[in-house]
């Protein structure tokens, strides 16, 4: 009996962890991943494009919250444009959540990562759309909801994450000047959440879930 309750709560932790959330269609080339390793994704639809989008280079910075699973993050897949070379590098922004809003102390990490930008062949404007995978295989990031999240180029040439006027959970934030003065997308474009695909580890799953199993006996 107990061996079959074993598999049973084996079984469960499987399906558990594809906690897909958000939108998981999409178009611009990109076939979601068939694995159980995606913990938010809102792929890139045209149908449900934002009119305007907010810049991420330089003192300006685009991020939305993640209210998924404990996960060492290994990949961020995104959407975007830019007047300049298509990104090879993009720094993961991570941001503390305060009472529902992004914190005015700014990212409690603000890493560099490897970037494979793809043309989709797709245009906003007249500007290509981009396909960017970070890549954080090699030193993934830890994130435990709720918390903000967005990629941001370093230096002056510029990127432009985009969104869809989809909402789950609460909208997206950008910063608008120097400094870590957060305002709502809907505040001065319309309320909606960063095309993106997160990919990861669960956490949980090792640190507390086996431990649990193990008591079963």
């Keep these: 009996m107990r061996f079959f309750l074993v598999l049973f709560a084996l079984a469960a932790l499987a399906f558990a962890s594809d906690t897909i959330s958000g ?20 792929a890139y639809n045209a149908g449900e494009q934002m009119d305007n989008i907010g810049a991420s280079f330089g003192d300006y910075a685009v ?9 060492d993050m290994t990949s961020y897949t995104m959407w975007g444009v830019t ?7 993009l720094e993961i922004m991570v941001v503390p959540d305060d009472s529902g809003v992004p914190s005015a102390a700014g990212p409690s990490s603000q890493d560099s990562y490897p970037a494979t930008s793809s043309d989709t062949g797709m245009t906003y404007g ?6 960017s995978v970070v890549d954080a295989s090699a030193t993934p990031v830890a994130l435990a909801a709720p918390v903000w999240l967005g990629t941001h180029r370093a230096g002056a040439d510029n990127w432009y994450p985009i969104g869809g006027t989809t909402v789950t959970g609460t909208q997206g934030y ?12 809907s505040e001065s474009l319309v309320a909606g959440d960063l095309f993106k695909v997160l990919e990861g580890n669960l956490v949980a799953l090792e640190r507390n879930t086996w431990a649990g199993i193990k008591n079963m006996f």
Excluded: C, H, K, M
């Design 126 to 131: 007249s500007y290509a759309i981009w396909i």
């Design 174 to 185: 950008r910063t608008v000047e120097a400094g870590w003065a957060w305002a709502p997308f």
């Design 63 to 71: 991020v939305d919250d993640y209210n998924g699973s404990t996960i």
């Design 23 to 42: 939108q998981p269609g999409g178009t611009a080339n990109y076939t979601l991943p068939g694995t159980d390793d995606i913990y938010d994704s809102y």
């Design 83 to 89: 007047t300049v070379s298509a990104p090879s590098a």
